[in-house]
């Protein structure tokens, strides 16, 4: 070798590691180990995973074939490499009237292909998380539906429910991708979110639990994939919700809640049409006539029924409107002896200005009354008193604000230091948005938004009785403050209690008593899992041992399920004289079975024993089931 050819031997081998380092930084990694760019190298695959990332980034064709592009990780950000398993479903959205006038627009599904020992099309895992999928042949003609180049398409996604092949097990995971052939699609349908769903339902999933997402269902659930026009989205999902709906049927936006990020918002009352108005007004037959004019398709809809007058006779009918014109506020509350004085303003609202007289003086007032009890730190005494307002003229007070007195409570020796709360429920007559007289029948009564205020035995206090459930936690469901009981009670945080308390006993020949009673914590329960009396077929639309769904957090996010109990929570009382010990009867709610009463027994529980036996402190529950313990019920539960 001469000396020229040795010097470009060195200067060869001087080359190569800055070359190599140019070639990594350009695949994404870099010489600090740094995580690369989405889809390219960079960081050790993820070992951890409790939740699975999907980002499709992109979707190109070859020849009318169609290739998706997406990258996979976990909540931390790293590549998930491995995955052999997945489904991919392909649709396209026909617009907004293409079919016929009047018409929504709707999606046409394609075609499923999946990938499980081997792939109907051609799946690369490139190894750094990212992935492609190549389907097996092009969409135009699969069944039966041509490609309409220009249109909107979608791409679902589904991996998981299985593992890798070093055993960590995968979360099954959607993900939806529009695209057009043409660029950056021009509209797109999206109605609802399947977070709304799940404010009652929890985590709703279908077949198998295999598809969880809103985008996934409306991909197969449309005329060009189900025979039965019973399960196409928008009748199947109505439907289903005619029966055991926990809020009102009439206001569509319990589920198609108002909002401005989805493509569709008030897609509900722009667009009606027959198929959809008709799965929920199921006594009309819109081609026969009857009970409606007849119609032979959806192009004449809006003539009357446009966007406003939809949403108008789909609300409240202006209730809102006039309960935003009254407010009564507690400003404040002493006791004496048995009796609670207290001073009430009543304000409008709207326009910030109070009403000068008192509620006996004020004609749109059709019900308003205060009733209270005495004993926040013990559930309270048992049983409430009451005044009507619009039948009581006020001790005293004038210009909006008046004082009156509510006598006869219950105030058990020892506790004069405890706090008692009183609670505000009524009626208003009101239409057409505007509060009226009464007295004339134009006018009809409209619920007032209950609320509870506590009150020592010297003044008012914002702390009482313990947050168990909010007006919030129920509402996910019920909506707040809409589920009235007897004629206008709806604060079902702080009201309800005030009578369904833990006097109230249990049937001792009831094969549960828990279930039996109508203190409010048993109440609930029973009512919930479909184990009272008269309620068996309640169809709870969520996971029953989701505590969370109707428990509330306290500051420090624990949930007022957890154990132990609080301290003031009373023994079940029943009927015949017996008790059973406080936590045995929560558990027993849901849990009555032989084996778990054995199994509370043996722990120190009692069932229908005498009083000094359930208080004697023998429950041990919390050993193994209370906070941080082995079998904490927040861990055992399905609680999210």
């Not at 959607?174 to 797109?188: I, L, V």
């Not at 589920?255 to 049409?273: F, K």
């Not at 409570?409 to 709360?421: C, F, H, N, Q, R």
């Not at 604060?491 to 203190?519: F, K, V, Y």
């Amino acid at each position: 070798m001469n000396k020229s050819t040795k010097s470009n031997m060195v200067s060869l081998y001087r080359l190569i590691p800055l070359t190599l380092t140019m070639f990594l930084a350009a695949c994404g990694g870099g010489d600090d180990g740094a995580p690369g760019n989405p889809g390219e190298p960079g960081g050790p695959p993820a070992s951890d995973i409790s939740t699975l990332m999907v980002e499709i980034t992109d979707v190109t064709t070859d020849a009318g074939i169609a290739t998706v592009i997406y990258r996979v990780s976990n909540q931390d950000d790293e590549p998930v490499v491995g995955i052999s398993t997945a489904t991919y479903i392909a649709a396209q959205l026909l617009p907004q009237g293409y079919t016929n006038a009047g018409n929504a627009s709707q999606w046409q599904y394609f075609t499923s292909e999946s990938c499980t020992s081997t792939c109907t099309g051609e799946q690369v895992d490139h190894k750094n998380g990212s992935y492609s999928y190549t389907f097996s042949t092009e969409f135009d003609g699969l069944n039966d539906v041509s490609y309409m180049p220009g249109s909107t398409q979608r791409v679902i996604i589904k991996i998981g429910g299985d593992a890798l092949p070093d055993g960590t097990p995968l979360p099954i995971t959607n993900q939806h991708f529009d695209w057009s052939d043409s660029g950056e699609p021009a509209y797109t349908r999206d109605l609802i979110t399947i977070e709304t769903c799940n404010t009652c339902h929890n985590d709703l999933a279908f077949h198998g639990s295999k598809y969880n997402k809103i985008e996934t269902c409306v991909t197969c659930h449309n005329t060009d994939k189900v025979s039965n026009p019973d399960n196409i989205f928008p009748q199947m999902i109505h439907t289903k919700h005619l029966i055991g709906f926990p809020g009102e049927l009439a206001d569509c936006q319990t589920c198609h809640v108002a909002d401005e990020t989805l493509t569709e918002n008030m897609n509900w009352a722009r667009v009606p049409g027959m198929e959809a108005c008709g799965s929920c007004h199921t006594n009309i037959d819109f081609p026969a006539g009857e009970g409606h004019p007849a119609q032979t398709d959806n192009s004449n809809c809006v003539a009357c029924h446009n966007s406003d007058w939809t949403a108008s006779v789909h609300n409240d009918g202006g209730d809102d409107e006039a309960l935003g014109q009254f407010n009564a506020n507690i400003v404040s509350a002493s006791l004496t002896d048995n009796t609670v004085t207290f001073s009430i303003t009543l304000t409008n609202p709207a326009t910030n200005t109070v009403y000068v007289d008192s509620a006996d003086m004020l004609d749109f007032i059709d019900d308003l009354r205060v009733y209270g009890n005495w004993g926040t730190s013990f559930d309270y005494a048992p049983s409430a008193k009451s005044i009507k307002l619009q039948d009581t003229s006020p001790i005293s007070g004038s210009n909006g604000t008046y004082t009156y007195a509510i006598s006869g409570l219950t105030i058990p020796a020892g506790t004069e230091s405890d706090k008692g709360v009183l609670a505000i429920q009524g009626k208003l007559c009101s239409s057409e948005g505007e509060l009226g007289d009464c007295e004339e029948d134009t006018f009809s009564t409209v619920n007032i938004k209950s609320s509870h205020q506590f009150f020592s035995a010297a003044e008012l206090t914002d702390t009482g009785r313990r947050i168990v459930v909010t007006n919030e936690t129920c509402g996910s469901c019920h909506g707040v403050q809409e589920l009235n009981f007897h004629g206008s009670r709806n604060d079902l945080e702080g009201q309800c209690q005030l009578c369904h308390n833990p006097n109230m006993t249990a049937d001792a020949t009831a094969s549960n008593p828990s279930i039996s009673t109508a203190d409010y914590k048993h109440l609930i329960h029973s009512l919930h899992s479909a184990q009272r009396e008269g309620y068996e077929t309640l169809n709870y639309p969520g996971q029953i041992g989701n505590c969370a769904q109707c428990h509330a957090s306290n500051d420090t996010g624990l949930l007022s399920a957890a154990l132990p109990l609080y301290s003031g929570v009373k023994p079940l009382a029943i009927n015949n004289g017996t008790f059973t010990s406080a936590t045995a009867a929560i558990c027993s709610d849901c849990h009555f079975s032989d084996t778990a009463q054995s199994h509370m027994t043996q722990q120190g529980a009692v069932f229908m024993g005498s009083e000094a036996d359930v208080t004697a402190g023998t429950e041990s529950c919390t050993t193994c089931h209370g906070v941080g313990a082995p079998a904490d019920i927040l861990k055992v539960h399905p609680i999210n």
